[in-house]
């Protein structure tokens, strides 16, 4: 009898401890989930753009722009580089041309045929080398003859494609992206003035000019720029009205054209010139009204460039995967999203790409599998529960969101500079990564630019890819110097 009492009672103990640790766990999760709700709440609250915010950072775009343009004596947190392009694509170039784009560590070579209105671009080819690092180490002159016996190679080996003028009386076009000081830190001076047409820039063009004439190449550059205006210049080639260009990728800028009246003429170089091209370094844009939280501070604090770059980093590749971390380290520390230990790759820098962030953010299966899956391939992190990838897919949106909204802002910035928002239709190329396969992304920043103009007037603005894609730039300014030059002489 005492027996089957005393298992009774071992038995109840044991059911009621079980229900106290049931009851304990519950209130442990249901507090989990209310401190993880209010970190998410008050970061989407900070992160937010409401339409007044998205003009506030338009309007001051354009006081930067103009500022920045009324002399060389003034300061603004835009740079304005004013190219020496003096020509871009009227739409009628025909014929084969080569270009070439210097990428970090990486030289892309095109070349394509151009066949004039409405005709799309063809017989396109692409060459990428990787600049060997025992030829960054050297000097300077060894990475530009490097340069041009990479490019003399490949223009040999594709001369049979080239059916129309000798090259001679081609030039050869030549766009540089970000991060160019990895390769040739002596060109990084290009995007530190607001004129790049001068000794400097000159003496480096002339630089790769002899470089390639010692290789047999019969084609010269005429000018080293920024690859956003080379996407400006492909866009003018299909569309007049195409009247600015931006590059969304692991880096991000912006490139217009400019009524020359509306530059100082201290700036100005050309004295005949009606408009001219601008990079305007955008990047490094800043304001009051732009959504920062204490994530993106312990970005900029950690970053290379600490203080600058501040638009970049809410708007680029490089920095929206690192974002996203720096929130889900914080839902980890104080929540304990991921278990009772921090996941030890949840603190390394970098680590979360904005491709993962893509692949999570858009991940429509039921039990969000692709987020489960980059949690692990990143972080090891291994059976995290339905409630915590929801709140890692809630955290890419609010990221992605502000990013992609404050882009589209600047977009109607540059296009009210201009005055062009109410009367006449303007045409915006954007390219890079970021835009081309981030679906959500893309979307929001269209959003954002319908949303600030309306109905009445968001038929004005259109937003068009890059033609041709990443690095075809140099090829349509190829085009408008080669056309120019041929006239002058």
Known sequence: MRKGVVVIVSTTMAVVAVGAFIRKWKRWKEQQMKQ???????FARESATPLAKLWQVADDMVSSMKISLASSGESSSLDMVLSDVTSLPLGDEEGFFYGANLHGTHLLMLCARLGGKNMPI???QREQISIPDAVLAGPSEE???YVATEIAKFVSGHSGIDESAPTKNKNLGFTLSYPVDQVMPFMATTFQRKNSNDSVHKGMVKDLNRALTNHGVKMQVASLVDETIGGLAGGRYYNRESVAAVTLAMNTNAAY???AEEVASDLTQSPNSTELVISMEWGNFNSPHLPLTSYDASVDAESSN?????FEKLISGMYLGEVVRHVLLKLAQETALFGNTVPPKLRTPYILRSPDVASMHQDTSEDREIVAEKLGEIFEIDNCDLMAREVVAEVCDIVAERGAR???AGIVGIIKKLGRIENRKSVVTVEGGLYEHYR???????????EMLGNDLSDNVIIEHSHGGSGTGALFLAAAQTQTHSADS
């Open 122 to 124: 063809s017989a396109l």
């Open 406 to 408: 404050l882009a589209g």
């Open 440 to 450: 959500i992304f893309r979307n929001y920043l269209h959003s954002s630019v319908w």
């Open 36 to 42: 993880t709700k209010h970190i998410i709440r008050k």
């Open 306 to 310: 600490p203080g600058s770059q501040v």
């Open 143 to 145: 990475i530009t003859d």
């Open 257 to 259: 054209v400019e009524p």
